[in-house]
């Protein structure tokens, strides 16, 4: 893949330990404040994601460090450089895929990449070479000739981050990158994200789910309202809530009522009902109840066929964190 031209950073002439850095950046629309003193620093090379649910901020912020939107406070700085004192500096080295596609739905997927490649300064066999190259690599070689139009939902977001990477940023802006894919394709989205990391780009992901910051992101910033209220490794945001998950399911339905009531009375917190009939789920600070909760299930005559304690989940994390749930899903997205 074509590397864009490295640039070092503009006060000290050596390349910047960190991708991103922001001090107090803030942004309103109107009376309602967007982004509110957020502080974050992405360091080269890994993928950093930005959690949060719908109208959290997480676009706004992106949109601000790929210089599509102008700060009202704060300093930010992309590999050195000040997203608004040296802006043509910052487009260079970035690149953005919004969460909706944006390439031409009337062309075909190698019209597409072709067109952006010469844009781009490709020559004409060079813009070629580069189109076929990036459809093998995103599995759309079959797909090439047919208008996008024509292109499933996982398809068209496989030819936009395509279409994102004709020149290889340095650094990528992936805002939603899987919102209404199914399994299938948000996988493939992910190994795809990951290829590039392996090839030395540097990930910013913005996401609702929960699962796929647990799954690609090395270093999290859990924001709410405008603010960052967490970071950490995926493993430390889950440590910082300070108690385990007990997982229970009962061998029938009809048990967990019984269950329910033993695992109240022990553990002394809330017990949740999981959509399987089966299990129930609980927030647990002592071990030591854990221990005692499975003897008085036994006792009782509720027969489990999972016990099990552990880590609590990033959604656990954030309803800890927030006191309610994230939201998000297939459907939707960040439009602050």
């Not at 910033?221 to 960052?228: F, H, M």
């Not at 339905?253 to 019984?258: H, K, L, M, T």
């Not at 071990?287 to 008085?296: D, G």
């Amino acid at each position: 893949m074509q590397k864009q031209h490295k640039s070092t950073d503009e006060n000290t002439g050596t390349e910047p330990t960190y991708a991103v850095e922001t001090q107090g950046l803030v942004k309103h629309f109107g009376d309602t404040k967007a982004v509110d003193g957020v502080d974050l620093s992405v360091p080269t090379g890994g993928i950093y994601g930005l959690l949060g649910p719908n109208g959290a901020g997480k676009t706004t912020i992106i949109r601000m460090l790929a210089t599509l939107l102008r700060p009202d406070a704060g300093t930010t700085r992309v590999f050195g450089h000040n997203v608004v004192k040296a802006g043509d500096e910052v487009r260079g080295r970035v690149s953005l895929t919004g969460q909706f596609a944006s390439v031409d739905e009337d062309l075909t997927g190698r019209e597409n990449l072709i067109f952006l490649a010469r844009l781009l300064g490709y020559s004409r066999t060079g813009a070629k070479a580069r189109s076929a190259d990036l459809l093998e690599a995103f599995g759309l070689t079959e797909a090439a000739t047919r208008q996008v139009k024509t292109y499933s939902g996982g398809m068209r977001r496989r030819l936009d981050i395509a279409a994102s990477i004709v020149v290889t940023p340095d650094l990528l802006f992936l805002d939603e990158p899987t919102t209404g894919l199914d399994p299938r394709n948000r996988n493939q989205v992910w190994e795809i994200i990951r290829a590039l990391v392996a090839n030395g780009t540097t990930v910013l992901l913005t996401t609702q789910y929960l699962e796929e910051a647990d799954q690609l992101a090395d270093l999290i910033a859990v924001i709410d309202e405008g603010r960052i209220i967490a970071k950490g490794t995926p493993d430390e945001l889950k440590a910082s809530v300070g108690s385990c998950m007990l997982n229970v399911r009962v061998r029938t339905p009809e048990q967990r009522a019984e269950a329910e009531r033993v695992l109240e009375s022990v553990l002394e917190a809330p017990i949740e009902r999981r959509s399987d009939p089966l299990s129930l789920s609980a927030r647990v600070l002592d071990a030591e109840r854990a221990s005692h909760a499975f003897v008085k299930l036994s006792q009782s005559g509720v027969e489990t066929s999972e016990f099990a304690l552990g880590q609590p989940s990033l959604d656990e994390v954030f309803l800890a964190l927030t006191d309610r749930p994230a939201r998000g899903g297939p459907s939707g997205g960040d439009r602050r």
